[in-house]
DNA sequence: AGATCGATGCTCT
DNA sequence: GAGCATCGATCTG
């Protein structure tokens, strides 16, 4: 990370939106639009999938063996990105919950592409492929949000503060969202009974079906355990 | 449609 | 040196 994005600070309704439990922001975050803005252009993606963590309790969490250089954003305030390179070849972009030590964040698996869709495009199809990609393929997976973003390390520790990116909370809470297991994930940290903390909108797109979860009530009487089916 | 596997490099032990 | 919060092409049934 660098000091010149560290400069910003993100709003402070945006900072309480996301300085909460992790798996409080998750539902509530999903169709939030999140967009960075570049000399290249803007995109935006409308979050239809996201992934908890909590390097306090989830072996599946960066920082469930403390602090790193790797995962120190994580641990750092709300509303700033936690961005990672994995298998060599992808970025993840994370937003940073819970309040500053607290090292849990959602990560960010696939969204509808909203704006600039043709400079999402032109990043995705920087290496050639042999098929077409649909529109609603663009976003589809967390190392093609990142590709879209064009995302690398250089955006770890980023602040939402609306300079080069924003993020826009949802005006309410969608009425379909799933959740299930993680995806990739092994080990403890793979348990459905304890960390189905993957939650989506139903009927997206830019999910893939075979992947869908369970049905999340949202009521005041339910919890997430009790809703597993 | 599902399983398998190669690509590719950073991070931590 | 092992493992990895993946992707997408290529197998197989």
């Not at 660098?2 to 999903?30: K, N, Q, S």
């Not at 819970?98 to 090292?103: D, K, L």
């Not at 999910?207 to 005041?220: C, F, I, P, T, Y």
Request: one cysteine or more; hydrophobic letters at 35%; charged letters at 25%.
């Amino acid at each position: 990370m660098t000091d010149a994005l560290l400069t910003g600070t993100p709003d402070p309704a945006l900072v309480d939106f996301f300085d909460r439990p992790v798996l409080d922001v998750a539902p509530l975050v999903l169709g939030a639009v999140l967009s960075r803005s570049t000399d290249a252009g803007r995109v935006a993606i409308r979050i239809t999938e996201v992934e908890a963590y909590d390097g306090r309790t989830d072996p599946a969490s960066h920082a469930y063996r403390g602090r790193t250089a790797r995962n120190a954003s994580m641990f750092g305030p709300p509303a700033h990105l936690y961005c990672y390179f994995i298998y060599g070849i992808h970025h993840s972009l994370n937003l940073v919950c819970g309040p500053t030590g607290t090292p849990t964040g959602l990560l960010v698996r696939a969204g509808e592409v909203v704006e600039g869709v043709e400079l999402a495009r032109s990043r995705r199809e920087a290496k050639p492929r042999k098929h077409p990609l649909p529109d609603a393929g663009l976003a589809r997976g967390p190392g093609c949000v990142a590709s879209c973003f064009d995302a690398d390390l250089s955006q770890d520790g980023a602040p939402l503060d609306g300079r080069e990116w924003s993020l826009t909370p949802p005006a309410a809470p969608s009425a379909d969202i799933r959740f299930g297991p993680r995806i990739g994930v092994r080990g403890e940290g793979a348990d459905p009974q304890r960390f189905a903390w993957r939650f989506h909108l139903g009927g997206e797109p830019s999910v893939s079906a075979r992947k869908a979860g369970n049905r999340l009530d949202l009521g005041e009487n339910s919890s997430i355990d009790s809703t597993l089916t």
